[in-house]
Structure formats: structure tokens, C-alpha cells
């Protein structure tokens, strides 16, 4: 069996290019070598338990010669520092970068440019084997950028494999809004492995929100590589929206004292969608703070898993660490796995964790529906109030308007913004 898995392993790369981003070799040198030998992972592997990559695995990916297409159709912003990728190609940059920032892309990226973050899964080492485009961004010291940067990525065309390699760092004193889109077009049993290697030094604030709206037919696979050193301010904003199967692998090292982490993440998902939320905030160093909140609403036959891990080093005392992940199944068909973690080696901390998964409150949509409100509505009003508390967390007003109108269009569910 070992063999074979292997061979499929082959089999899904042999039409897949080699990378075409100088990267260094501390990533290169064993990188081939351990992809010879390894397998997809199946459900005996702890971390891939509850996603079966069968799927996956028979996907017979061919690269598309796409034409430059109106990327504005995927825009989530109304004013921000742009930049587009579609497929193997970048499309659009922003000619207006304030001093200050610095950005790269493809072969402008040496490969001096990138710092360590190495990541032992087979989804990182295929990204390493394979980064075909990718961009490299500074925010130099003390750096307050004026807008947000938003970057798109785009997948055009069945079949169609994208290996996407990034890395931001921000100096010390920098603060930043970052938002990263993730869209499809006619991508029919496409492949997306985007990879974000995040480095904050001292006392710098970032916030970045990642929309994934990729079709239903496409098959997503992200990994963010953070490292917080100290009195730096972290939040990712995880709102997964549409698409066959998505997965996100979050590893956050906080490796500064006075350090906070903010992890949130929404997931609305129908048909036979699954999605694949695994995060870990490491605390190597006390007196931090990490909130971490998921919400899913799960309709028709479609999965979630939730697996969350918070470690908390021998050294790291003082540290407060709260976890929670909630869910509500729209059918008896859905369903959701969820594991939050706590691994703790220290012993002044104040740490917790929760999970909850249960169905719509029919009490509550009945109430509605007696006061003349429809059943549509009712319903929407429920999990909007449901969803309300994780879908604050966004700070940019563009960004909500932008998730509530998809959630309109694809789930007929209106809620209401506040600002």
C-alpha cells in the first residue's frame, strides 16, 4: 500500500514544472529527496485524521495558457496598494508604493531575499519543489502604511496547478492592513499551494484578512509561517467562503515577550464542500497574549475540521490563551470534527479552551417567523447573530461589505453590517 500511495504521490506531480523562484538552499537541498519518499498523507496521520486527499490525489493537473483577464471583477477594496496574480503571472502592480515599501515579484526575488521558515508537510515541500510566481514585501522601521495592501490571486482554468510563494516582514515600529483574495475562474479540478512566510519585529502591528472564494470545483491548500518577536501585534482574519476542498495550516512562534496573537476565522460551507482549519500558536515566551475564535456554519453534506493547538513552553509564564471553535449544522448530513489543544509546560498561565456544534435554534427562528418575519429571513437573522461576534473582528468596513454580499449570493443569507 506504502508503494502505491507513493506512486500517486509521483503520478500527481509528473506534469507539475519545476520551480522557477531562485529560493535558498536551506529549502532546496533535501527538498527533492524527502518528496521521493513521501506519501499523501492518509487518515493514520494525526494531523490529516479527518481529510481524506483521495480526491486530490486523482486530479490530473495540465498548466493553462491564460489571457489577461479584468481583474478588477475580483476587487474586495476601494483603495488600497494592488497587486494581481492570475495563474503563473502577475498582472498588476500598483505604481503608487509609498517610501518605505518594498516588494519583489518573481525573478526580481533573489535568493538571499527570503528568510528561514521551513515547514516539514507535504503541501510546504510540494510549494517549495514548485513556486512558479510569489512576491517578497519590507515595511521599513516605523513605517505606518497610509491604505491597505491588498493582494489577489487568481485561478484561471481546469486542471490548473498554481504554486504561489510569499514572504512580509515588517521592521520594528511598522504597522500595516494586509488583504489577501483568493478567487477562481472556470477552474474545474483546479490546484491552489499558496505559502506566507510572516515576520514582525519588535513593536510592529500587523492585521491581515484572507478571503477564500475560490470555486466549487477548486482545491486549496494555504500555509502561513508567523513569527512574532516582541511587543508585536498579530491578527489573521480567516474567512473561507466557497470551494471544493480548502485547507489552511497556521503556525504562529511567538518568540518575544509582551506579545498578542488574534486568530479568527469564519467558514460557510454547502454541497459536498470541506473544509480544514489547523492552527498552532506556540508561546516560547511569557507574559503574551493569544485569543483564537472559529465559527462555521455547515449546510447540505458538506465537512469542517477544526484541530487547534496552543503550546505553552516551560519558560513562558504569564501567559493568557483562550480557544474557541462553534458550529451549526443547516442539515443531518453535515458535519464538523473539532479538537481544540492545550499543551502546557508552565505553571502561572491562564489558558482555556471550548468547542460547541449544534443545529439551528428553530426556538429562535420560530420566534421570528411569529412576528411576521419569513422563514428566509428568520433563519438569516439567526445565524447572523450567530456569526456576528467572529465577523466583528474584520476592521476594514470594505472587507465586510465585501463577505456579506457573497454570503447574499451564495447562501441567500442578508445580514446586516455594523460598522
Same mark, same amino acid.
Not at 74 to 80: G, I, L, P, R, W
Given at each position: 500500500?506504502?508503494?502505491?500511495?507513493?506512486?500517486?504521490?509521483?503520478?500527481?506531480?509528473?506534469?507539475?514544472?519545476?520551480?522557477?523562484?531562485?529560493?535558498?538552499?536551506?529549502?532546496?537541498?533535501?527538498?527533492?529527496?524527502?518528496?521521493?519518499?513521501?506519501?499523501?498523507?492518509?487518515?493514520?496521520?494525526?494531523?490529516?485524521?479527518?481529510?481524506?486527499?483521495?480526491?486530490?490525489?486523482?486530479?490530473?493537473?495540465?498548466?493553462?495558457?491564460?489571457?489577461?483577464?479584468?481583474?478588477?471583477?475580483?476587487?474586495?477594496?476601494?483603495?488600497?496598494?494592488?497587486?494581481?496574480? +492570475? !495563474?503563473?503571472?502577475? /498582472?498588476? *502592480?500598483?505604481?503608487?508604493?509609498?517610501?518605505?515599501?518594498? $516588494?519583489? &515579484?518573481?525573478?526580481?526575488?533573489?535568493?538571499?531575499?527570503?528568510?528561514?521558515?521551513?515547514?516539514?508537510?507535504?503541501?510546504?515541500?510540494?510549494?517549495?519543489?514548485?513556486? +512558479? !510566481?510569489?512576491?517578497? /514585501?519590507? *515595511?521599513?522601521?516605523?513605517?505606518?502604511?497610509?491604505?491597505? $495592501?491588498? &493582494?489577489?490571486?487568481?485561478?484561471?482554468?481546469?486542471?490548473?496547478?498554481?504554486?504561489?510563494?510569499?514572504?512580509?516582514?515588517?521592521?520594528?515600529?511598522?504597522?500595516?492592513?494586509?488583504?489577501?483574495?483568493?478567487?477562481?475562474?472556470?477552474?474545474?479540478?483546479?490546484?491552489?499551494?499558496?505559502?506566507?512566510?510572516?515576520?514582525?519585529?519588535?513593536?510592529?502591528?500587523?492585521?491581515?484578512?484572507?478571503?477564500?472564494?475560490?470555486?466549487?470545483?477548486?482545491?486549496?491548500?494555504?500555509?502561513?509561517?508567523?513569527?512574532?518577536?516582541?511587543?508585536?501585534?498579530?491578527?489573521?482574519?480567516?474567512?473561507?467562503?466557497?470551494?471544493?476542498?480548502?485547507?489552511?495550516?497556521?503556525?504562529?512562534?511567538?518568540?518575544?515577550?509582551?506579545?498578542?496573537?488574534?486568530?479568527?476565522?469564519?467558514?460557510?460551507?454547502?454541497?459536498?464542500?470541506?473544509?480544514?482549519?489547523?492552527?498552532?500558536?506556540?508561546h516560547i515566551f511569557p507574559n503574551c497574549?493569544?485569543?483564537?475564535?472559529?465559527?462555521?456554519?455547515?449546510?447540505?453534506?458538506?465537512?469542517?475540521?477544526?484541530?487547534?493547538?496552543?503550546?505553552?513552553?516551560?519558560?513562558?509564564?504569564?501567559?493568557?490563551?483562550?480557544?474557541?471553535?462553534?458550529?451549526?449544522?443547516?442539515?443531518?448530513?453535515?458535519?464538523?470534527?473539532?479538537?481544540?489543544?492545550?499543551?502546557?509546560?508552565?505553571?502561572?498561565?491562564?489558558?482555556?479552551?471550548?468547542?460547541?456544534?449544534?443545529?439551528?435554534?428553530?426556538?429562535?427562528?420560530?420566534?421570528?417567523?411569529?412576528?411576521?418575519?419569513?422563514?428566509?429571513?428568520a433563519r438569516s437573522m439567526v445565524v447572523?447573530?450567530?456569526?456576528?461576534?467572529?465577523?466583528?473582528?474584520?476592521?476594514?468596513?470594505?472587507?465586510?461589505?465585501?463577505?456579506?454580499?457573497?454570503?447574499?449570493?451564495?447562501?441567500?443569507?442578508?445580514?446586516?453590517?455594523?460598522?
Amino acid at each position: 500500500m506504502g508503494t502505491s500511495t507513493k506512486a500517486t504521490l509521483q503520478s500527481f506531480r509528473s506534469n507539475l514544472s519545476a520551480a522557477k523562484l531562485a529560493l535558498p538552499s536551506v529549502l532546496t537541498a533535501k527538498n527533492e529527496g524527502d518528496l521521493s519518499v513521501m506519501e499523501f498523507p492518509t487518515s493514520k496521520h494525526e494531523a490529516w485524521k479527518y481529510t481524506r486527499l483521495n480526491r486530490v490525489a486523482k486530479i490530473e493537473l495540465e498548466s493553462n495558457v491564460a489571457s489577461p483577464i479584468n481583474w478588477e471583477d475580483f476587487n474586495m477594496v476601494k483603495d488600497a496598494y494592488t497587486f494581481v496574480f +492570475q !495563474n503563473t503571472t502577475c /498582472i498588476y *502592480i500598483s505604481s503608487d508604493l509609498p517610501e518605505g515599501i518594498s $516588494i519583489k &515579484i518573481g525573478n526580481e526575488i533573489g535568493s538571499a531575499d527570503w528568510l528561514s521558515s521551513i515547514n516539514e508537510s507535504h503541501v510546504a515541500k510540494l510549494n517549495v519543489a514548485h513556486a +512558479q !510566481n510569489g512576491c517578497v /514585501i519590507n *515595511i521599513a522601521k516605523g513605517v505606518q502604511v497610509d491604505k491597505p $495592501i491588498q &493582494i489577489i490571486y487568481i485561478t484561471d482554468g481546469p486542471k490548473q496547478p498554481n504554486f504561489w510563494r510569499n514572504q512580509l516582514q515588517l521592521d520594528a515600529g511598522a504597522k500595516a492592513e494586509v488583504h489577501i483574495g483568493y478567487f477562481s475562474k472556470d477552474a474545474i479540478d483546479a490546484y491552489s499551494n499558496v505559502h506566507w512566510s510572516v515576520f514582525l519585529k519588535e513593536n510592529s502591528h500587523l492585521i491581515m484578512t484572507k478571503i477564500q472564494n475560490d470555486g466549487e470545483a477548486n482545491f486549496h491548500f494555504s500555509t502561513e509561517n508567523i513569527h512574532q518577536l516582541k511587543d508585536s501585534n498579530f491578527t489573521l482574519n480567516t474567512m473561507t467562503l466557497n470551494g471544493a476542498f480548502v485547507r489552511n495550516d497556521l503556525l504562529v512562534k511567538v518568540e518575544g515577550e509582551n506579545c498578542e496573537t488574534h486568530l479568527n476565522g469564519a467558514y460557510v460551507m454547502k454541497g459536498n464542500q470541506h473544509v480544514d482549519n489547523h492552527t498552532t500558536i506556540d508561546h516560547i515566551f511569557p507574559n503574551c497574549n493569544s485569543y483564537e475564535l472559529y465559527k462555521g456554519v455547515m449546510g447540505d453534506k458538506s465537512t469542517a475540521v477544526f484541530n487547534g493547538k496552543v503550546f505553552v513552553r516551560p519558560d513562558a509564564q504569564k501567559i493568557n490563551a483562550f480557544q474557541s471553535n462553534a458550529n451549526v449544522l443547516l442539515s443531518d448530513d453535515a458535519t464538523i470534527n473539532s479538537k481544540p489543544e492545550l499543551e502546557i509546560y508552565a505553571d502561572d498561565v491562564k489558558c482555556s479552551h471550548g468547542s460547541t456544534t449544534g443545529q439551528l435554534d428553530l426556538e429562535a427562528v420560530f420566534y421570528l417567523r411569529s412576528r411576521g418575519i419569513s422563514e428566509i429571513d428568520a433563519r438569516s437573522m439567526v445565524v447572523a447573530a450567530f456569526m456576528h461576534d467572529v465577523l466583528s473582528k474584520v476592521a476594514s468596513n470594505d472587507i465586510k461589505s465585501y463577505i456579506y454580499q457573497q454570503l447574499a449570493v451564495r447562501f441567500n443569507l442578508h445580514l446586516q453590517r455594523e460598522d
